[in-house]
């Protein structure tokens, strides 16, 4: 196989070689006029006739994806960045000369085209040309068409070709850029300011995880890249912007898998004089809409199972969760720390020492409970020892005001009502710092600039994260991250 595909390399080497004599080599003189897939859309319903007696002049520009010669006359599919339409090309109407140009050309070639639309006999719209351009050699065959690329690792490395050949590849990322549009479009019409906040930071905030660390060498400084813009979001808020939001990159130094990458796409916005309560709300509604915008439905299909996201979404305390799918807890105390770490070890993981009931709780509901909730949830009242940047509920400190949204089994979104308290935040950050000198790698710094901040103040405030990485998996039925990232993070190539 790759002794053939060497040997096809060697011809279109050889075919470009004699182009570039001729000088016909790389033109950039063609400019197309039409789409493929806005052609099909603007012809669905005329027929031969009405084509014949409307004659529909068009120049489209696209890669050769299959022909069929016969003789005389021959057939193509040229595929452009809207979907594909059908070429009839004809030594009569080209020439011999441009006839023959064709008859040379490669599958994979990118092409323009010229001439009039009609419909064949089968009824397949399709365009007569009348004048063909070889604009770019593709030196490298595709791969075989009933096979296509099948291999996950080059589908990554490769995913210009990934592109080319899969139209499923395409449509994810369609999808994608559709649920951006949406969720943008919506935060906009609410009110809310699109900022941008810096990706290398002195201090790393916002999340408890592992950062990237990199160095200044003019400032000869330690630089962080980002794990979440939620601190610097927040100033913003202190500062006087009561609606702001940032679909932002954040990077983290951790493992890879079907749901993490190092580098993934959060949405986090802020909003002043609001509560977790009403984020649950713009989340319901954001990603409903989403949805709509992409998949014109609220009911989802993924990994077989039917979601709908049309009804309100479920909201239930982890205690209740945790309760509702373990039957020998349904009756405990939950805020026992010598119980849960019993029930810990009993499902086979360890418990360190200096976790309270509150960690404890939440390793349980990880490992029993969120890989259930296929139906979307909203998870409440997480505890305050996991909950080092939500403020603390009225009724009950040990709890917070805060939410995680799972579907499908994996977390997608995670807001709370802001701690504003510039005391209780620098106490806890006080012990997620103890935590990192402990060997916590994940803990967060203390970030006195950030306690400044609050001592000017900041009203009252709701903050979400939302993946949009995830949502995306949701909506395009797949079942890794790394689907739907143009550009993975894979393992350097063997030579």
């Known amino acids: ?66 022909r069929r010669i016969m003789g005389k006359a021959s ?99 369609q999808i994608r850029a559709g649920a951006i549009a949406s969720i943008r479009q919506g935060l906009l019409e609410q009110g809310f300011l699109e900022v941008e906040t810096p990706m290398m930071q002195p201090i790393p905030g916002g999340a408890a995880a592992r950062p990237f660390v990199t160095h200044h060498h003019a400032l000869d400084m330690t630089l962080y890249l980002r794990i979440a813009p939620e601190l610097y979001l927040k100033r913003l808020v202190v500062g006087g912007f009561e609606k702001v939001f940032e679909i932002n990159r954040n990077f983290r130094n951790e493992g890879i898998s079907t749901r993490h990458n190092p580098e993934f796409t959060m949405l986090e916005w802020y909003e002043a004089y609001a509560d977790y309560r009403q984020a649950m709300d713009r989340t319901e509604a954001l990603i409903r809409a989403a949805a709509l915008a992409t998949l014109r439905t609220e009911k989802v299909r993924h990994e077989e199972r039917d979601l709908d996201l ?55 509901f990880e490992k029993t409970v969120e890989g259930q909730l296929q139906q979307p949830t909203f998870i409440t009242e997480y505890p305050t020892e996991v909950s080092p940047l939500a403020r603390c509920n009225d009724l009950d400190p040990e709890i917070t005001d805060r939410f995680e949204l799972f579907i499908a089994g994996r977390e997608l979104a995670n807001g709370f009502s802001e701690l504003n308290d510039p005391e209780d935040q620098a106490l806890r950050f006080q012990r997620q710092a103890l935590a990192k000198e402990a060997g916590d790698e994940e803990a967060m710094f203390f970030d006195s600039d950030y306690i400044r901040a609050l001592e000017y103040g900041m009203p009252p405030t709701a903050g979400v994260g939302l993946g949009i990485d995830r949502l995306v998996m949701l909506l395009a039925d797949q079942p890794s991250i790394r689907e739907v990232i143009l550009f993975p993070h894979l393992r350097p190539e063997q030579p």
Request: proline residues 4%.
């Open 1 to 66: 196989m790759e002794q053939e595909r060497n040997d096809q390399m060697q011809v279109r080497w050889e075919k470009l070689a004699r182009w570039r004599r001729e000088g016909q080599a790389y033109p950039n003189g063609f400019r197309k006029d039409a789409l493929a897939g806005d052609l099909q859309r603007r012809c669905a319903d005329m027929d031969a006739a009405a084509l014949e007696q409307e004659p529909i002049l068009a120049r489209l520009g696209g890669r050769l994806m299959s």
């Open 75 to 173: 057939f193509a599919d040229l595929q452009d960045g809207s979907g594909r339409l059908q070429i009839f090309l004809g030594r009569d109407d080209l020439g011999e000369g441009l006839y023959g140009q064709f008859r040379d050309l490669d599958l994979g070639d990118i092409i323009g085209v010229e001439g009039i639309l009609f419909r064949t006999k089968t009824g397949e719209l399709s365009l007569r040309a009348s004048s063909l351009h070889l604009l770019a050699k593709a030196l490298r065959p595709l791969p075989e068409k009933w096979h296509g690329l099948n291999d996950p690792e080059i589908r990554f490395r490769q995913r210009y070709v990934d592109l080319i050949v899969t139209e499923e590849t395409r449509r994810t990322f």
């Open 310 to 364: 049309g009804r309100p979404f479920a909201r239930i305390s982890v205690a209740e969760a945790v309760r509702s799918h373990n039957p020998d807890l349904r009756d405990a105390n939950l805020r026992d720390p010598a119980l849960l770490g019993e029930k810990l070890h009993d499902l086979g993981f360890p418990v360190h020492a200096s976790w309270g009931w509150g960690k404890r709780l939440v390793e349980i």
